[in-house]
């Protein structure tokens, strides 16, 4: 599959749930999900027939990568099952393909060996600071950052690696840890990236005075730790790699806002109740759910499934400024990173 710009569909990212039990202030604020927030209810979740369904099909048309989201994935009873379902998948020329999940950690040590077990070959957690204040007041939940650092642990004793931690940047809030996460993580097994604070969703009152440019990030570190840039591990990474000159370790950063990447964005996203989006910055989605519900094959859902990606013209982060102020002139409301994962 090749949309307008020449970019192929080689990422699928799914969303298996849209509950968290984390309500970090840059993706799901208690002021809008609250106690009386609607969550969804079980059956308008995609199962996880129809879930690897549409994987199935994805992969027999290029897609390699699949990453399953949330929300937080581990709420989602019974997922393990779901990874050995994916697992059994093959490209066309007999590949395995490359299963990864997104997670706060909170119930990722309890899970490490199921998920190995059933076929899961990587994980990312998010991990904002080190410091327990700043931590718990980011997930506002007073959850504690040392049961994170213990899941950390666990995935790597199982296998579940290389593990890459994010964390999302926001200025006065978090960003006077940046040197200390490098230096905590530097010579471990773990590699620790920088993302900027992105305007996903309209709840998070996203300004971009919040924002740290990674130029800035990389600036601090390399006054303390040297580095030096090394090259993407392959075309249409999100992340720009840098290694520590004495060899120990690399750090990324992830640049959406102030260096965008859309020329080269090879992802598609998967809702919870199984709409289609084709950025992340998205304001309306393609009803796959529908559509299966409704009896299509897969012949049908595959020919609907490329004419989207076809027609794909996303290049939001390129063209923030004047998008930005459109959108909200529009009163159109994007996407809740929540829903249609990260």
Same mark, same amino acid.
């Given at each position: ?5 020449? $970019? ?26 609250? #106690? ?30 699949? $990453? !399953?989201?949330?929300?937080?994935? !581990? ?22 393909? /490359? ?5 706060? %950690? ?10 190995? =077990? ?13 410091? =327990? ?7 506002? +939940? ?10 950390? /642990? ?5 296998? !579940? ?8 940047? #926001? ?27 992105? /305007? ?10 919040? +924002? ?57 996203? +998967? ?19 529908? !559509? ?48 249609? %994962?990260?």
């Amino acid at each position: 599959m090749i949309d307008q710009f020449q $970019r192929p569909l080689h990422d699928l990212r799914i969303s298996v749930t849209d509950r968290c039990n984390f309500r970090c202030v840059y993706c799901m604020p208690k002021e809008v999900f609250g #106690k009386d927030f609607a969550f969804m209810e079980r059956d308008e979740l995609l199962s996880f027939e129809e879930i690897t369904r549409l994987a199935r099909i994805s992969v027999a048309h290029g897609v390699e990568k699949i $990453r !399953l989201t949330g929300g937080e994935p !581990l709420l989602r009873k019974g997922i393990e099952e779901l990874v050995a379902m994916l697992a059994a998948l093959h490209t066309p020329d007999g590949r395995p393909i /490359d299963i990864a999940m997104t997670t706060n %950690g909170s119930v990722l040590a309890l899970k490490a060996q199921a998920l190995k =077990d059933a076929g899961l070959k990587r994980v990312t957690v998010s991990l904002d600071s080190l410091d =327990d204040a700043t931590f718990q007041a980011m997930n506002d +939940v007073k959850f504690p950052v040392a049961k994170v650092l213990t899941s950390l /642990d666990v995935a790597h004793s199982v296998g !579940l690696g290389p593990i890459k931690i994010n964390m999302v940047l #926001k200025r006065g809030q978090n960003d006077k840890d940046v040197v200390a996460m490098a230096r905590h993580f530097k010579g471990t097994p773990y590699i620790l990236r920088f993302i900027e604070y992105m /305007d996903v969703g309209s709840s998070n009152g996203w300004e971009m005075a919040d +924002v740290v440019p990674s130029n800035e990030v990389v600036a601090r570190i390399n006054a303390e730790l040297p580095l030096v840039e090394v090259t993407p591990n392959y075309n249409g990474e999100t992340s720009r790699r840098w290694r520590y000159r004495d060899g120990g370790g690399e750090i990324g950063v992830i640049s959406s806002v102030t260096q965008s990447f859309c020329h080269s964005c090879s992802r598609a996203r +998967v809702s919870t109740d199984g709409k289609l989006f084709t950025c992340l910055f998205a304001t309306e989605g393609h009803d796959l759910r529908a !559509l299966m519900r409704g009896g299509c094959t897969d012949e049908q859902l595959a020919a609907v499934m490329k004419q989207i990606w076809r027609e794909r013209t996303d290049r939001y982060s390129e063209l923030r400024s004047a998008e930005t102020g459109r959108l909200r002139a529009s009163g159109k409301k994007r996407i809740e990173m929540s829903y249609i %994962g990260g």
